[in-house]
């Protein structure tokens, strides 16, 4: 008993819907169930109407905390990542997305946070004070998070040069960083498509990586920016071949 300590919830305070759009946002029995049940469904759906295939398996975290970094070109890239994490993981695997789209209505707030299980970054305001709320989440929660280091979706399904966000959030900590590359999400659903194709999804993913050793400043970041564009990159070539 001597070991034990009650922490009240990082959310504890927060009306609900300012939960539901806060970066504190814990899972409680009702979200968690939702959760679940959303996994199963999301599941089944990759694997019927994409033939969703995952090449690497073996790398995907099986354990808090780590940050799944990867291409991005269609909203369905979020929900085709976390489709083959284990059920046991999804309470606490966010995806950090955009808070002036996702996060804009009462409705896209209520999908974002209870379906994606999203986190709102915002783009055009106080990002910074995000990225250190969302660091200070990920060490200490601990947590799981879902990034997308080119900063929107490609128009043209071709990755765009990786921004440094991701640095801030992992430089100098021992989260594991895990790349991933995913095809078949632009031709299934590109921007301006309201309903996905059945198109097949690929995701590849490589071994984890951490910079605990890299400094938690803008070079460290920038190092950061760039191993993660690589590991990336090496795994879009690796598609590319077959």
């Known amino acids: 008993m001597d070991d034990f300590q009650l922490r009240p919830a990082d959310d504890l305070g927060l009306r609900p819907w300012e939960r539901l759009s806060s970066v504190r946002r814990e899972s409680g029995p009702v979200l968690s169930a939702v959760h679940v049940a959303w996994a199963l469904l999301a599941r089944t759906y990759f694997a019927l109407w994409h033939r969703l295939r995952v090449v690497g398996a073996e790398n995907?975290?099986?354990?808090?905390?780590?940050?799944?970094?990867?291409?991005?070109?269609?909203?369905?890239?979020?929900?085709?990542?976390?489709?083959p994490l284990r059920f046991d993981l999804r309470a606490k695997t966010f995806a950090l997305a955009a808070g002036d789209v996702f996060f804009d209505s009462a409705f896209t707030t209520a999908f974002a946070a209870g379906f994606i299980n999203a986190l709102p970054l915002w783009r055009k305001k106080r990002t910074p004070q995000a990225l250190k709320e969302l660091r200070e989440?990920?060490?200490?929660?601990?947590?799981?998070?879902?990034?997308?280091?080119?900063?929107?979706?490609?128009?043209?399904?071709?990755?765009?040069?990786?921004?440094?966000?991701?640095?801030?959030?992992?430089?100098?900590?021992?989260v594991p960083v895990v790349p991933c590359h995913i095809t078949g999400t632009f031709e299934a659903m590109p921007a301006?498509?309201?309903?996905?194709?059945?198109?097949?999804?690929t995701i590849r993913v490589g071994p984890p990586v951490k910079f605990d050793d890299v400094k938690n400043d803008k070079h460290g970041w920038n190092r950061v920016m760039t191993v993660v564009e690589e590991r990336v990159k090496a795994l879009a070539a690796d598609a590319a071949e077959g």
């Open 60 to 83: 995907l975290p099986t354990d808090f905390p780590f940050i799944l970094c990867s291409n991005h070109s269609s909203h369905l890239d979020a929900l085709a990542l976390v489709a």
């Open 137 to 174: 989440k990920l060490v200490n929660t601990p947590c799981g998070f879902v990034v997308f280091p080119e900063g929107g979706r490609s128009r043209d399904g071709k990755m765009v040069p990786f921004k440094g966000g991701v640095g801030m959030v992992v430089a100098g900590t021992p």
């Open 192 to 201: 301006g498509v309201r309903f996905p194709r059945p198109r097949r999804i």
